[in-house]
């Protein structure tokens, strides 16, 4: 059974910076596409950035782009999400995912974490 466990949430200021990392364990990530959600109160659940298995190819929602960047450390059986540039509107609870990714419309994961808390203050 593939777990994942969120960190690096918290309260920041607007235009500040987080590193939220995911740690994967029960089986290697490497097989794995690996993505990022979020879901702020009152809304739904929102893609954010998914990474390929091969590393090659990343995806992100038109919101985040230039701001988020995805990466995964396969050693570590980590992937990072580095929250550039934070807007109030960002706040969420930010979920890992682990599945296929085949694009940005394009993916399907088995696994969740629990999220990790990102507050974004005016």
């Known amino acids: 059974q593939v777990q994942l466990v969120e960190s690096g949430g918290g309260l920041v200021q607007a235009g500040g910076s987080l590193r939220l990392s995911c740690a994967v364990s029960?089986?290697?990530?490497?097989?794995?596409?690996m993505g990022w959600f979020r879901q702020a109160p009152g809304k739904e659940r929102e893609f954010v950035a998914a990474?390929?298995?091969?590393?090659?190819?990343?995806y992100y929602a038109e919101s985040v782009k230039g701001r988020f960047t995805i990466s995964r450390d396969n050693a570590k059986n980590t992937v990072y999400l580095q929250v550039n540039s934070l807007k109030p509107e960002d706040t969420a609870v930010y979920y890992c995912?682990?599945?296929?990714?085949?694009?940005?419309?394009?993916?399907?994961?088995?696994?969740w974490g629990k999220g990790t808390l990102v507050t974004v203050s005016a």
């Open positions: 029960g089986r290697t990530m490497r097989g794995y596409g």
């Open positions: 990474i390929s298995t091969n590393d090659e190819n990343t």
């Open positions: 995912a682990a599945g296929w990714v085949g694009g940005r419309f394009s993916y399907g994961m088995n696994y």
